[in-house]
């Protein structure tokens, strides 16, 4: 059932590599046991290299997200609400932690590769197509990227 939590009551933070654990639970949680991602894809080799966030709502992790940098982009991965608590801006803030992150480091612009039943947030977020439509894990994906320099983003 959703639960509705007031917004202040949902802090996006920085994970340290001590909350891993927390992450990788959520993304079990929505990933695997909700969409049938097999469990071995779930972790990777990207996990240790890469920046994570969780969503902490009063009775712990209701959200996570990561991201790492290639070249002058972020890539964000992983972006996963779970399904109580999703329509109430917690993946936006996810998104948009991820978003200062990158501007904090210079970068230019957030890459990604959407889920396509998962292409309307993003283009809410004011994410673009980038390219044809693939496979990963077994799910349709699109490149979607947006430009962290022009004025008008978002
Ligand atoms: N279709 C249309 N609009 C959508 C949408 C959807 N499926 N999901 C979110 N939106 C819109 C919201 O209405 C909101 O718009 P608004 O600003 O006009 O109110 C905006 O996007 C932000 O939505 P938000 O509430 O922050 O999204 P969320 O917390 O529900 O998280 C996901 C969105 C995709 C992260 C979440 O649904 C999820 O975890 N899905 C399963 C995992 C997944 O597919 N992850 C993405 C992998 S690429």
Not at 84 to 90: A, I, L, N, P
Not at 143 to 148: F, M, N
């Amino acid at each position: 059932m959703n639960q509705h939590i007031p917004s202040h009551a949902i802090r996006i933070v920085l994970a340290p590599r001590a909350e891993f654990e927390a992450c990788l639970r959520v993304r079990t949680r929505v990933f695997v046991e909700e969409q049938g991602v097999p469990s071995e894809l779930e972790e990777d080799a990207f996990d240790p290299v890469s920046t994570h966030w969780l969503a902490l709502a009063p009775d712990g992790p209701v959200g996570t997200a990561r991201a790492r940098r290639i070249g002058r982009a972020a890539k964000a991965e992983r972006v996963a609400v779970d399904s109580d608590f999703r329509g109430q801006g917690v993946g936006r803030r996810l998104m948009e932690a991820i978003e200062s992150w990158a501007r904090e480091q210079d970068l230019e612009s957030v890459q990604l590769n959407a889920q396509i039943r998962a292409l309307p947030f993003y283009l809410r977020l004011g994410y673009q197509a980038n390219g044809s439509i693939f496979e990963e894990a077994g799910i349709p994906h699109r490149a979607l990227v947006k430009s962290l320099t022009t004025q008008a983003a978002g």
